[in-house]
T-cell receptor, first 112, second 114 residues
Framework: EDQVTQSPEALRLQEGESSSLNCSYTVSGLRGLFWYRQDPGKGPEFLFTLYSAGEEKEKERLKATLTKKESFLHITAPKPEDSATYLC?????????????FGKGTRLSVIA | ETGVTQTPRHLVMGMTNKKSLKCEQH?????MYWYKQSAKKPLELMFVYSLEERVENNSVPSRFSPECPNSSHLFLHLHTLQPEDSALYLC?????????????FGSGTQLSVL
């Protein structure tokens, strides 16, 4: 069974304090790993897709990396507007029409 | 209007009521989804429609009944719900459900069952 575990459950950072969020996964052949951001009262918003180990993607203060067992979302010099819940999801190569398996998310708070 | 639109944003209903959630996508996608999001739990896939045909049903209780009249519209009909059904219900769309593509989500309907 495909599984996604995210840690920590919650993270509180001072503005400018860099850190990383972890997403560990078990999947029978990875088709893609996805990162989403979710603000309170809104649906998840797509950030990145990673397809193979060693791949990296960047967007502003965020950088996502992928190994064969986990992905990291690195946040460099975060700002209060980066506060949100970050969701990780995977899709298996032989998943048919089942789109994504999600983790529970990491709730990030950045304090000014 | 662009993206994925869900109505209503909030809904309070009794256990004997019947209500419907509506979703509309303006992205020209072929697949639409219903997800349930409860506190402290991962997003749970409920239904998948591809080109208006249901292709996935994850053992969802029959008190939830989906309807997809065309590729742009998706409904979730609710009847005789239980308090544990209180959650955020999210609609999403994508071009193809099986190709590892990103999902576009609506803002959700926050449902409270009394």
């Amino acid at each position: 069974e495909d599984q996604v575990t995210q840690s920590p459950e919650a993270l509180r950072l001072q503005e400018g304090e860099s850190s990383s969020l972890n997403c560990s996964y078990t999947v029978s052949g990875l088709r893609g790993l996805f990162w989403y951001r979710q603000d309170p009262g809104k649906g998840p918003e797509f950030l990145f897709t990673l397809y193979s180990a060693g791949e990296e993607k960047e967007k502003e203060r965020l950088k996502a990396t992928l190994t064969k067992k986990e992905s990291f979302l690195h946040i460099t010099a975060p700002k209060p507007e980066d506060s949100a819940t970050y969701l990780c999801a995977v899709q298996a190569r032989n998943s048919g029409n089942t789109p994504l398996v999600f983790g529970k998310g990491t709730r990030l708070s950045v304090i000014a | 209007e662009t993206g994925v639109t869900q109505t209503p944003r909030h809904l309070v209903m009794g256990m004997t009521n019947k209500k419907s959630l509506k979703c509309e996508q303006h992205l020209g996608h072929n697949a639409m989804y219903w997800y349930k999001q409860s506190a402290k739990k991962p997003l749970e896939l409920m239904f998948v429609y591809s080109l208006e045909e249901r292709v996935e049903n994850n053992s969802v209780p029959s008190r939830f009944s989906p309807e997809c009249p065309n590729s742009s519209h998706l409904f979730l009909h609710l009847h005789t719900l239980q308090p544990e059904d209180s959650a955020l219900y999210l609609c999403a769309s994508s071009q193809d459900p099986g190709r590892g593509e990103k999902l576009f989500f609506g803002s959700g309907t926050q449902l409270s069952v009394l």
